[in-house]
Protein backbone atom coordinates (compact mmCIF):
# COMPACT_ATOMS: atom_id res chain seq x y z
CA UNK A 1 0.00 0.00 0.00
CA UNK A 2 1.15 3.65 -0.46
CA UNK A 3 0.56 6.70 1.78
CA UNK A 4 0.45 9.76 0.92
CA UNK A 5 0.71 12.75 2.46
CA UNK A 6 -0.26 16.32 1.13
CA UNK A 7 0.84 20.00 1.65
CA UNK A 8 1.78 22.97 0.60
CA UNK A 9 -1.80 24.95 0.46
CA UNK A 10 -3.04 28.16 1.52
CA UNK A 11 -4.22 31.09 0.82
CA UNK A 12 -3.37 32.97 -2.41
CA UNK A 13 -4.68 36.32 -4.18
CA UNK A 14 -6.25 35.85 -7.50
CA UNK A 15 -3.67 35.33 -10.13
CA UNK A 16 -0.82 34.47 -7.58
CA UNK A 17 1.08 30.64 -7.80
CA UNK A 18 1.28 27.72 -5.41
CA UNK A 19 3.06 24.27 -5.36
CA UNK A 20 1.47 21.35 -3.55
CA UNK A 21 3.26 18.30 -2.86
CA UNK A 22 2.44 14.60 -1.92
CA UNK A 23 4.93 12.83 -0.31
CA UNK A 24 4.37 9.05 -0.74
CA UNK A 25 5.65 6.01 0.96
CA UNK A 26 5.23 2.56 1.77
CA UNK A 27 5.21 0.87 -1.51
CA UNK A 28 7.54 1.30 -5.20
CA UNK A 29 6.50 4.83 -5.76
CA UNK A 30 7.19 4.88 -9.19
CA UNK A 31 5.15 2.43 -10.45
CA UNK A 32 1.70 4.13 -9.68
CA UNK A 33 0.14 7.11 -11.80
CA UNK A 34 -0.48 9.85 -9.47
CA UNK A 35 -3.27 12.60 -9.20
CA UNK A 36 -4.15 15.59 -8.09
CA UNK A 37 -7.93 15.91 -7.52
CA UNK A 38 -10.29 18.40 -5.87
CA UNK A 39 -13.34 19.17 -4.38
CA UNK A 40 -14.93 22.53 -4.15
CA UNK A 41 -17.34 23.79 -2.31
CA UNK A 42 -21.17 22.09 -3.30
CA UNK A 43 -19.20 20.10 -6.07
CA UNK A 44 -18.35 16.62 -7.03
CA UNK A 45 -14.24 15.67 -6.93
CA UNK A 46 -12.78 16.01 -10.13
CA UNK A 47 -9.55 15.31 -11.28
CA UNK A 48 -7.36 18.01 -11.81
CA UNK A 49 -4.00 16.35 -13.14
CA UNK A 50 -2.52 12.73 -13.63
CA UNK A 51 0.84 11.62 -14.39
CA UNK A 52 1.75 8.23 -15.39
CA UNK A 53 5.26 6.61 -14.59
CA UNK A 54 6.36 7.30 -18.43
CA UNK A 55 5.64 11.05 -17.53
CA UNK A 56 2.53 11.38 -19.62
CA UNK A 57 0.26 13.56 -18.25
CA UNK A 58 -3.00 14.69 -18.41
CA UNK A 59 -5.08 17.97 -17.40
CA UNK A 60 -8.73 19.30 -16.61
CA UNK A 61 -9.55 21.91 -19.36
CA UNK A 62 -9.73 24.09 -16.43
CA UNK A 63 -6.44 24.11 -15.62
CA UNK A 64 -4.62 23.49 -18.62
CA UNK A 65 -1.88 26.13 -19.39
CA UNK A 66 -1.92 27.12 -15.76
CA UNK A 67 -1.45 23.75 -13.65
CA UNK A 68 1.60 21.78 -14.07
CA UNK A 69 1.64 18.00 -12.21
CA UNK A 70 5.26 16.81 -12.12
CA UNK A 71 7.08 13.60 -10.08
CA UNK A 72 10.34 13.16 -8.62
CA UNK A 73 10.73 9.23 -8.12
CA UNK A 74 14.01 9.72 -6.36
CA UNK A 75 12.36 11.46 -3.50
CA UNK A 76 8.76 9.52 -3.74
CA UNK A 77 6.51 12.87 -4.17
CA UNK A 78 4.54 14.63 -6.52
CA UNK A 79 4.26 18.07 -7.07
CA UNK A 80 1.04 20.41 -8.96
CA UNK A 81 2.74 23.46 -9.70
CA UNK A 82 -0.06 26.07 -10.12
CA UNK A 83 0.09 29.42 -12.18
CA UNK A 84 -2.57 32.44 -12.49
CA UNK A 85 -4.71 30.87 -9.51
CA UNK A 86 -8.52 31.72 -9.74
CA UNK A 87 -11.64 31.83 -7.43
CA UNK A 88 -12.81 29.08 -8.81
CA UNK A 89 -9.44 27.20 -7.74
CA UNK A 90 -10.60 27.25 -4.62
CA UNK A 91 -11.03 23.58 -3.38
CA UNK A 92 -9.54 21.02 -1.33
CA UNK A 93 -6.83 19.03 -2.96
CA UNK A 94 -6.24 15.37 -2.96
CA UNK A 95 -2.91 13.75 -4.23
CA UNK A 96 -4.08 10.11 -5.42
CA UNK A 97 -2.12 6.71 -6.03
CA UNK A 98 -2.90 4.09 -8.25
CA UNK A 99 -2.42 0.80 -9.90
CA UNK A 100 -2.64 0.40 -13.69
CA UNK A 101 -4.90 -3.09 -13.94
CA UNK A 102 -5.92 -3.25 -9.92
CA UNK A 103 -8.69 -1.97 -8.18
CA UNK A 104 -9.10 0.38 -5.38
CA UNK A 105 -7.37 3.95 -5.08
CA UNK A 106 -4.89 5.74 -2.70
CA UNK A 107 -5.95 9.20 -0.91
CA UNK A 108 -4.01 11.50 0.66
CA UNK A 109 -5.89 13.65 3.81
CA UNK A 110 -6.23 16.88 1.50
CA UNK A 111 -4.86 20.40 1.53
CA UNK A 112 -7.35 23.38 1.54
CA UNK A 113 -5.84 26.16 -1.31
CA UNK A 114 -8.08 29.52 -1.38
CA UNK A 115 -7.78 31.95 -4.13
CA UNK A 116 -9.30 35.04 -2.64
CA UNK A 117 -8.47 38.70 -2.46
Known amino acids: QVQLVESGGGLVQPGGSLRLSCAAS????????MGWYRQAPGKQRELVARIASGNITNYADSVKGRFTISRDNAKNTVYLQMNSLKPEDTAIYYC???????????WGQGTQVTVSS
Open 96 to 106: NAARPGLPGNY
Open 26 to 33: GSIFSIYV
